[in-house]
């Protein structure tokens, strides 16, 4: 089992930056590769960065790219999303995921830790 807790959410105004992390923990976790996802009220949930734990790889939405990075402490078992200059519509849930071959697809993650809220008022 792989265990996901997602930290540092919150209210920042437009312009502003906010990191959110995920610690993760359980056997074999050097194995998965971690993606973010976030979910809108009434929208479904979207890709947003992944990183592959032993290669480093990574790869961003088209509505980030540029703007957040993805990171990794494996001494720590943990990733990170620095996002930068936020936007109202960046407003969502954030999640961390988990999955032995996922990438960009929702469906292609095995775990899912419980979200954390990331508000950027217009």
């Known amino acids: 089992q792989v265990q996901l807790v997602e930290s540092g959410g919150g209210l920042v105004q437009a312009g502003g930056s906010l990191r959110v992390s995920c610690a993760a923990s359980?056997?074999?976790?050097?194995?998965?590769?971690m993606g973010w996802f976030r979910q809108a009220p009434g929208k479904e949930r979207e890709f947003v960065a992944v990183?592959?734990?032993?290669?480093?790889?990574?790869n961003y939405a088209d509505s980030v790219k540029g703007r957040f990075t993805i990171s990794r402490d494996n001494a720590k078992n943990t990733v990170y999303l620095q996002m930068n200059s936020l936007k109202p519509e960046d407003t969502a849930v954030y999640y961390c995921?988990?999955?032995?071959?996922?990438?960009?697809?929702?469906?292609?993650?095995?775990?899912w830790g419980q979200g954390t809220q990331v508000t950027v008022p217009s």
């Open positions: 359980g056997r074999t976790f050097s194995s998965y590769r």
């Open positions: 995921a988990a999955g032995q071959t996922a990438w960009t697809g929702s469906q292609e993650y095995e775990y």
């Open positions: 990183v592959n734990w032993s290669g480093g790889r990574t």
